[in-house]
């Protein structure tokens, strides 16, 4: 089976560093996506990682790890734009998209 | 750039009535999808197509069909409203035929049903 755990909410200072983590149990993987969501708006994509690591773009990274089933998105020098919600996601074994429930990121001043 | 183009953006519905939903894509993309959020729940798949012609069940199809009769178009169509489909429904589009990278999303269309 698929399921994708995040924590439902987070808080962190403006100008400081979040982790945001997501474990998935699946019987196939074929890559894990973060994407971030405005309230009201539609999600966007942030990352798509397929082998174990980290990838930087600018402020955001995101790590997998295959054999934990885990993955964190980081986020540097917060800004209050960067208050939203996170998405994780990852394939199940029919090579549908499961998504986590989101991780609500409050950035206080 | 338009990208994906959703209407309405918001209706209020009353039970038992039917109500399409419109999804079009400018971006030739091959593979479309329907999904709902539901406050506290992810993203659930209604149905998708992974090329104009062909469509296919997600998690949570039961009360929704969808057609997808050219690459740009996919309505996705609420035969009888029921309370409990009320939601955020987002359309999505991804290049290749399935999941073979970004999606991207239309801005949603929030419905109610009384």
């Known amino acids: 089976g698929q399921n994708i755990d995040q924590p439902t909410e987070m808080t962190a200072t403006e100008g400081a560093i979040v982790q945001i983590n997501c474990t998935y149990q699946?019987?196939?993987?074929?890559?894990l996506f973060w994407y971030q969501q405005h309230a009201g708006e539609a999600p966007t994509f942030l990352s798509y990682?397929?082998l174990d690591g980290l990838e930087e773009k600018g402020r955001f990274s995101s790590f997998l790890s295959r054999s934990k089933g885990y993955s964190y998105l980081l986020l540097k020098e917060l800004q209050m734009k960067d208050s939203a919600s996170y998405l994780c996601?990852?394939?199940?074994?029919?090579?549908?998209?499961?998504w986590g429930a989101g991780t609500k990121l409050i950035i206080k001043p | 750039t338009a990208g994906i183009t959703q209407a309405p953006t918001s209706q209020i519905l009353a039970a038992g009535r039917s109500m399409t939903l419109r999804c079009t894509q400018d971006?030739?993309?091959?593979?479309m999808y329907w999904y709902r959020q539901d406050l506290g729940l992810g993203l659930r798949l209604i149905h998708y197509?992974?090329?104009?012609?062909?469509?296919g069940k997600g998690e949570v199809p039961d009360g929704y069909s969808v057609s997808r009769a050219n690459t740009d178009d996919f309505p996705l169509t609420l035969a009888s409203a029921v309370p409990s489909q009320t939601s955020v429904y987002f359309c999505?589009?991804?290049?290749?035929?399935?999941?073979?990278?970004?999606?991207?999303f239309g801005e949603g269309s929030r419905l109610t049903v009384l």
């Open positions: 999505a589009s991804s290049e290749g035929q399935g999941y073979t990278g970004e999606l991207f």
């Open positions: 971006m030739r993309h091959n593979a």
């Open positions: 197509s992974n090329t104009a012609g062909t469509t």
């Open positions: 699946t019987s196939g993987f074929n890559g």
């Open positions: 990682n397929v």
């Open positions: 996601a990852g394939f199940d074994s029919n090579y549908q998209l499961i």
